[in-house]
């Protein structure tokens, strides 16, 4: 009769085969020998999931898992690779272009703004100062020669003082105050055209005869009646028809010369001349507004007197053209402001020159004295100043036709003097 009454009397682990699946063997339990499951005949199962529909065993999707980036290992101390580090790529806009840093094009506006207002610069000062010139008319009531090939300007070198104190015409050694009359030193037709730009000096004591006056010395029609009067006798006496007038006075051609830093001359010989101001030695040298003045006014020390002064006023208006042109007046705004100023200060020009023509014979003047011009004086038979007839009406066809290129050395010789230089 089996113990414990209702039952068999056996505990549970009595028979570890018959409940051993329940409770577990011998094994798992303590003093067992540890291997889950050893001594299971037949261990639990996953019994697989059954589609209602279909009754087969569904297939469970198993979740994968995205293997997370190693970071790269750092440098080692004592060597080894350095880390390399990801650079991520620009990002693209529209169009698939990369974006360009801020920075960049910051500075880019900032550079466009400077040409610009730079160029601005460079128009309106120009317009600016040939707003402030004086304008005269120069056309004679007289008939004049028809239109020509080219331009031909003419320049007077006038030696008014208006505008100058007492202290400045002291400076420049140019005697009474104010305007104290109407006489020039200085007359030079400026001719370009197809071929080399031409200045050809006429000596102011020339000889020709003057409307009204007779034969008499060619300033003084400037001294009668003004640019008029002048434009009139040189027409008369050369056939040149004179298209533009560019008038100087002392303060502009001495504002000039110090607007561009001074000009370099080169006198043949030491000049001491106290009726035109000047003390110069011989040789090149560098020299102020005032200095240049008295140098291109003397002609009572020199072997050829008045054609030596004509010689040495075309040797320093070239000299200023020349530093003109040069790079720096353009990229120094002071220096282009003040060559502005001077070059429009004490000048008048004929009414009808714009600023087209005056800005081509401001490029004219810088080529004359090089290889691509000519200075010239006007051929004479003596220095009584009489014209050389034959001589100067040859030089004076080669300018009506424009073929400055083709005028022979012993036409244009820089005193006017045949075979003398």
Not at 89 to 117: D, F, M, N, Q, Y
Not at 265 to 290: H, S, Y
Not at 301 to 323: F, H, W
Not at 368 to 387: F, K, R, S
Request: charged residues 30%; positive net charge; aromatic residues 6%.
């Amino acid at each position: 009769m089996p113990e414990g009454g209702g039952g068999s009397g056996r505990r549970p682990d009595d028979d570890d085969s018959q409940y051993g699946w329940l409770y577990g063997s011998s094994d798992d339990r303590p003093g067992g020998s540890g291997r889950p499951g050893a001594g299971d005949p037949e261990p639990t199962r996953m019994i697989p999931r059954l589609d209602r529909r279909t009754g087969r065993p569904v297939q469970e999707e198993r979740t994968t898992a995205i293997p997370r980036e190693r970071p790269e290992p750092r440098e080692r101390a004592g060597g080894g690779e350095p880390p390399r580090r990801i650079v991520q790529p620009p990002r693209e806009t529209g169009g698939g272009r990369p974006r360009r840093p801020r920075r960049r094009r910051r500075w880019g506006r900032i550079v466009l703004l400077v040409l610009v207002a730079w160029l601005v610069f460079l128009l309106v000062v120009p317009i600016w100062a040939v707003g402030r010139i004086d304008k005269v008319d120069i056309a004679p009531d007289a008939e004049r020669p028809d239109q020509q090939p080219g331009r031909t300007y003419l320049l007077v070198g006038s030696d008014s003082r208006k505008g100058l104190s007492e202290a400045e015409n002291r400076r420049l050694g140019t005697g009474g105050v104010g305007d104290v009359g109407q006489r020039t030193d200085t007359i030079m037709l400026l001719h370009t055209g197809a071929g080399p730009s031409m200045l050809l000096s006429i000596p102011r004591d020339s000889l020709v005869n003057v409307p009204g006056a007779g034969r008499t010395k060619i300033n003084s029609a400037f001294a009668r009646g003004g640019p008029e009067l002048l434009v009139q006798t040189i027409e008369e006496n050369t056939g040149v028809r004179v298209d533009d007038y560019v008038e100087i006075g002392f303060g502009g051609f001495v504002n000039a010369v110090d607007a561009v830093g001074g000009i370099t001359v080169c006198p043949r010989e030491r000049m001491v001349d106290p009726k035109a101001n000047l003390r110069i030695r011989k040789g090149c040298q560098e020299v102020d507004g005032v200095t240049a003045l008295g140098y291109s006014r003397s002609r009572y020390v020199s072997r050829y007197g008045d054609l030596d002064r004509a010689r040495r006023q075309r040797e320093v208006v070239s000299a200023i053209g020349a530093e003109v042109k040069s790079p720096w007046t353009f990229l120094n705004p002071v220096r282009y402001f003040r060559v502005n100023q001077a070059a429009t200060s004490s000048l008048r020009i004929s009414e009808g020159t714009g600023p087209v023509a005056l800005a081509r014979f401001g490029l004219a003047m810088t080529r004359v004295n090089g290889t691509d011009g000519l200075t010239c004086g006007m051929p004479i038979a003596d220095q009584e100043v009489n014209w050389d007839r034959e001589r100067a009406l040859a030089l004076l066809a080669y300018v009506k036709e424009d073929r400055t290129g083709d005028i022979p050395e012993d036409l244009c010789t820089p005193t006017g003097l045949a075979g003398v230089d």
